[in-house]
């Protein structure tokens, strides 16, 4: 690993409840940005049937995870759910810096916290914020892949993290989501500026 390449290169992160909408926020970034790339976590859950391994997620065996664990391969991991782990691989960010580009991160909120600890001078990190746990409800009910009790743990794990909101640079209320992205816009922008004055 390049000794100092952290110190120098951008990274953006955006964190938020299930259902709060942070990634339908990074899509839309990721079109109007052009200089911002996916970061790809690692997981080890199974890949849906439209999900494409390097590209959806690098799905590892519970194995190799807990290896790159022991080797401090990733940025960030967590257990986000019994025995799934999901993680920031170190290669992934290098990867994205060398093409001359800004990972976008769109992880949990305990991971987000991690990367910030570690990148505190070059991350903008952003919070997206339900408008309410009822209003999360309702959207992760639409969403019809949710039995009752993956409902409740989804709803009780977001009661929690809504309680670390105040950790990021910057907090989205995303009521409305073409607001949500013009405001995402903006603070990307700003961010990216400061690193790429024109």
Same mark, same amino acid.
């Given at each position: 690993?390049?000794?100092?390449?952290?110190?120098?290169?951008?990274?953006?992160?955006?964190?938020?409840?299930?259902?709060?909408?942070?990634?339908?926020?990074?899509?839309?970034?990721?079109?109007?940005?052009?200089?911002?790339?996916?970061?790809?976590?690692?997981?080890?859950?199974?890949?849906?049937?439209?999900?494409?391994?390097?590209?959806?997620?690098?799905?590892?065996? #519970? /194995?190799?995870?807990?290896?790159? &664990? +022991?080797?401090?391969?990733?940025? @960030?991991?967590?257990?986000?759910? =019994? *025995?799934?782990?999901?993680?920031?691989?170190?290669?992934?960010?290098?990867?994205?810096?060398?093409?001359?580009?800004?990972?976008?991160?769109?992880?949990?909120?305990?991971?987000?916290?991690?990367?910030?600890?570690?990148?505190? #001078? /070059?991350?903008?990190?952003?919070? &997206? +914020?339900?408008?309410?746990?009822? @209003?999360?409800?309702?959207?992760? =009910? *639409?969403?019809?892949?949710?039995?009752?009790?993956?409902?409740?743990?989804?709803?009780?794990?977001?009661?929690?993290?809504?309680?670390?909101?105040?950790?990021?640079?910057?907090?989205?209320?995303?009521?409305?989501?073409?607001?949500?992205?013009?405001?995402?816009?903006?603070?990307?922008?700003?961010?990216?500026?400061?690193?790429?004055?024109?």
């Amino acid at each position: 690993m390049k000794a100092d390449i952290s110190d120098l290169q951008p990274i953006v992160i955006f964190t938020a409840p299930s259902g709060a909408g942070k990634t339908s926020i990074v899509k839309h970034l990721l079109k109007k940005c052009p200089r911002l790339a996916f970061s790809v976590s690692a997981a080890t859950r199974q890949p849906r049937s439209d999900e494409v391994d390097g590209k959806d997620y690098y799905f590892l065996s #519970l /194995n190799d995870f807990q290896k790159k &664990i +022991q080797e401090n391969a990733f940025a @960030e991991w967590e257990m986000v759910y =019994e *025995s799934k782990y999901y993680g920031t691989l170190r290669t992934e960010l290098e990867r994205i810096w060398e093409s001359n580009r800004v990972p976008i991160l769109d992880i949990d909120v305990k991971g987000a916290i991690h990367v910030q600890q570690q990148y505190p #001078l /070059n991350t903008l990190s952003v919070f &997206i +914020q339900p408008p309410g746990v009822e @209003e999360l409800k309702k959207r992760l =009910e *639409s969403r019809g892949t949710e039995t009752k009790e993956s409902l409740e743990t989804r709803l009780n794990k977001a009661e929690y993290e809504l309680s670390f909101s105040r950790h990021f640079k910057a907090i989205i209320v995303n009521r409305e989501l073409p607001q949500a992205c013009r405001e995402a816009e903006v603070l990307i922008g700003d961010f990216l500026t400061a690193f790429y004055p024109e």
